[in-house]
């Protein structure tokens, strides 16, 4: 397989070209024949134009790449070497939604061959690869498992925003189901990752390796999260508490903050369910999952409260949220936890909430969920949160924030930013 690839005697493609799927497939394209699969059309067309629909790459990466967008099947056929890189989501239960998945794989079910290869880059529970994809390959495509067809899983390490720690330059985990496909599998990613391979035993092994990524910085955020809600009720700000401790050298610099995406905040789910499933009722990593899920709330919650000490009555109130992407320097606004902060502040009874954010498409934001965003600021108001440090904020003076700012405002810094900067506001962080 990998010899026919290097040789472009045969194709590789990616389905799912988002966050993840493009760069991989961008990457292969320089030094083999690719197919970049995605099921909407108007996507594919922005791509074949060197534009990424998530915004995260220049037009530039587009360059001397081998690669043919496409959406149809038909084309999909002439690939031997499938990679798959979509979503794997929650439900509104915080179960596992494997539909983006499921319904990648039975595409390539579709148009599998004798001799071809199915690799997975989506996170998944150990185990969801060989039990609940590589079924649904056998019963499309009529083949059998390690007989006519071989699989592997290589979780991806994309971290969107990140212009440091990109593709090439983080250490990729592979693994095969059998000794031959796990060398061969490695070999083609060794083709484009810098920073080498880590070969891992099994699939299982390297399912399972990713999903304790997440679900470790999801409980060490918890533990700063829990540190925070406790330091507030005595009065010490929280980022001094960590800045003291981290003079300690083997102390973890984590810092508190909102969990959103589609990483940190859903992987743990995925675990939580698996081990459900085997009769044990992980505590740790479900506490975790209810500090970093309730955080939005407690933010609307401690504003609500700091703007009835200002002596205004939050019905009247009017409050500025900069930010509603899941991180910084990003456009993407899946699982953002800032929208907790908005409804929570409603439920108050707030309603003159403006939203701003350098990043977030407003038309994403008004289909996602159900609100108008502001194109900027607008006269005076009663709170200001700063719930998202893109660049472009940090970048701002007190002098800025003072020309929005009614008397007595309250200044809620998420993420600590401003502790130094911030003169004459009622000022509070997590």
């Not at 880590?198 to 999903?211: D, L, N, P, Q, T």
């Not at 907790?340 to 990043?359: H, N, P, T, Y």
């Amino acid at each position: 397989m990998y010899q026919d690839l290097v040789a472009k005697k045969n194709k590789l493609a990616v389905i799912g070209l988002g966050y993840v799927g493009l760069p991989i497939a961008l990457e292969f394209a320089r030094k083999l024949s690719v197919i970049g699969f995605d099921i909407k059309p108007e996507r594919v067309e922005l791509m074949k134009k060197g534009i990424d629909p998530s915004r995260e790459l220049e037009s530039n990466a587009f360059d001397g790449c081998d690669i043919k967008f496409t959406a149809s099947l038909d084309e999909l056929r002439e690939a031997t070497f499938f990679v798959v890189a979509v979503p794997t989501p929650i439900d509104e239960h915080n179960l596992p939604d494997l539909t983006p998945l499921l319904a990648a794989t039975r595409t390539v079910g579709k148009v599998l061959k004798k001799g071809d290869y199915v690799v997975y880059e989506s996170t998944v529970y150990p185990g969801c690869t060989e039990e609940d994809c590589v079924p649904l390959l056998e019963e499309l495509s009529g083949l059998k498992y390690l007989t006519d067809f071989k699989v592997g899983f290589s979780p991806e390490r994309i971290n969107p925003g990140d212009k440091e720690h990109t593709l090439t330059s983080i250490k990729k985990i592979t693994s095969g189901c059998d000794p031959e496909s796990a060398e061969e599998i490695a070999k083609t990613y060794e083709l484009i990752i810098r920073a080498g391979i880590h070969r891992a035993s099994s699939i299982k092994v390297a399912e399972a390796a990713k999903i304790i990524e997440n679900t470790q910085r999801d409980i060490n955020i918890a533990f700063m999260n829990e540190l925070s809600i406790i330091f507030n009720r005595m009065g010490i700000n929280t980022f001094e508490v960590l800045e003291a401790a981290g003079t300690k050298w083997n102390f973890l610099k984590f810092f508190p903050g909102l969990v959103g995406g589609h990483c940190i905040g859903v992987d743990p789910y995925y675990l939580v369910y698996k081990a459900k499933e085997l009769g044990y009722h992980p505590q740790i990593i479900s506490a975790g999952r209810f500090i970093n899920d309730s955080m939005g709330g407690y933010v609307a919650k401690q504003t609500v409260k700091k703007i009835i000490a200002a002596d205004k009555n939050p019905k009247d109130a009017r409050v500025l949220i900069m930010g509603v992407t899941f991180k910084e320097n990003v456009s993407d606004i899946r699982n953002s936890k800032v929208v907790d902060i908005f409804r929570e502040l409603q439920s108050f009874g707030i309603d003159k909430i403006d939203v701003v954010d350098a990043f977030a498409d407003a038309h994403e934001v008004k289909e996602e969920y159900g609100f108008d965003m502001a194109t900027e600021p607008t006269g005076l108001y009663d709170a200001i949160i700063v719930a998202v440090s893109h660049d472009q904020y940090v970048a701002l003076t007190d002098a800025w924030f003072n020309t929005y700012a009614s008397k007595g405002c309250v200044f809620v810094d998420v993420k600590g930013i401003f502790r130094h900067k911030i003169k004459g506001f009622n000022y509070w962080s997590l």
